[in-house]
């Protein structure tokens, strides 16, 4: 699936001949461009990054299931975790423990996760989801929990100490009476815990809804708001507010009530006939949200009061990945293209 949809946002990046390749469109210069790092086209290019804890580095994960460490500095690369394959299996993607800095895990779409040592340079398979594609991870607060989602539509929770799974939620049958209590029907391609909690995170995928989950409860599941068509880390999460990034044409950018489960506003996401469809946003800042797709190749910041784009960069392939330091002043962008790209906000 992962290495399905890389191809199927180049085939859309390639008909998009009215995009603007101008480095910087926007109304304000928000983003200037720090340093890249470059890559040949055997990597497939770059589903996931993330910065480290702390910010020196940036966490890559490939197509080809290479996961590399660069300079947040000079984008040089610092360590290479993981070797690829010429017809490898992507990582889908990469977190690091909240709790520390050196310890990455990675998951992939060949059903595994993996955990990377940075001071060591080590990485292997610790867990292992047998027929299932895992596309996305989040840790709790403190670390000690890690949930997955993915192909089968189940949420899984695993103890991060003795790898134990400790919970999981299953995704809907065919059998079951379709509710808004269901789990998940169609792939999960993004979870999340609430940045302050060990126990409540949020799910969303391919079926249009963006679940609500507290693990000290049986069932899981506490709430939901339908809309959202997520199909990559297109969900964050900051105070009260949640800002979706949809896999559609329009209307791809939302923020959310996460208290009443209901839509604010829609942001503003410049696009032409060929549509938004994102893949990756962020909350940055106290007023600013950035995100980014295959519908116009782009990173467009929106603030969020006035609904409105304050600042576009154009790139010549899909964007998959963004990443804002902790500092929020610089930001990782990776995709389909052969670069990874820093810039100073």
């Known amino acids: 699936m992962a290495q399905r949809r890389l191809e199927e946002a180049i085939h ?9 390749q101008a480095e910087f469109s926007g109304t304000e210069r928000l983003l200037e461009k720090r340093a890249k790092h470059e890559f040949d086209k055997d990597k497939d290019g770059i589903f996931t990054l993330q910065f480290s804890t702390d910010g020196t580095s940036v966490a ?10 660069v300079s947040s500095k000079n984008a040089t690369l610092q360590k290479e975790l993981r070797v690829g394959r010429p017809i490898g299996i992507a990582v889908t993607m990469i977190r690091f423990n909240p709790q520390n800095g050196d310890d990455l895990w990675a998951s992939s779409a060949e059903g595994k996760i993996y955990r990377g040592d940075i001071k060591s340079g080590s990485c292997q398979a610790i867990i292992t989801e047998p ?10 607060r403190n670390g000690s929990v890690l949930a997955t989602g993915g192909r089968d539509c189940a949420i899984r929770l695993y103890d991060t100490a003795t790898l134990q799974q400790t919970r999981t939620y299953d995704g809907y049958l065919p059998t079951q009476s379709m509710d808004r209590l269901s789990g998940h029907s169609s792939k999960i391609f993004c979870v999340k ?7 409540v ?19 899981g599941l506490q709430r939901h708001f339908s ?22 044409k329009s209307n791809a950018l939302q923020l959310w009530d996460y208290s009443q489960c209901r839509l604010i506003h829609d942001l503003a996401f410049r696009h032409g006939e060929n549509g938004a469809y994102l893949y ?3 909350f940055f800042g106290k007023n600013r949200v950035i995100a980014g797709g295959s519908g116009t190749n782009s990173v467009q910041v929106t ?3 006035t609904k409105k784009v304050v600042s576009e960069t154009n790139f010549k392939q899909p964007v998959f990945s963004i990443d804002v330091d902790r500092s929020e002043k610089l930001v990782a962008i990776g995709g389909a293209g052969r670069k990874m790209v820093l810039m100073n906000m």
């Open 12 to 20: 859309v990046a390639r008909g998009e001949a009215k995009v603007k």
């Open 60 to 69: 890559i994960g490939y197509g080809d299931g290479t996961i590399q460490m």
């Open 131 to 140: 027929g299932n594609e895992i596309n996305c991870l989040s840790f709790s």
């Open 193 to 199: 815990y609430r940045p302050s909690d060990n126990y």
């Open 201 to 219: 995170f949020l799910s969303g995928g391919w079926d249009n809804i963006v679940r609500i989950w507290d693990s000290r409860t049986e069932s």
């Open 227 to 248: 809309g959202p068509h997520i199909a990559g880390d297109g969900l964050d999460i900051k105070d009260n507010l949640v800002v979706t990034a949809s896999w559609v």
């Open 280 to 282: 990756s946003c962020r």
């Open 303 to 305: 603030k969020v009061k």
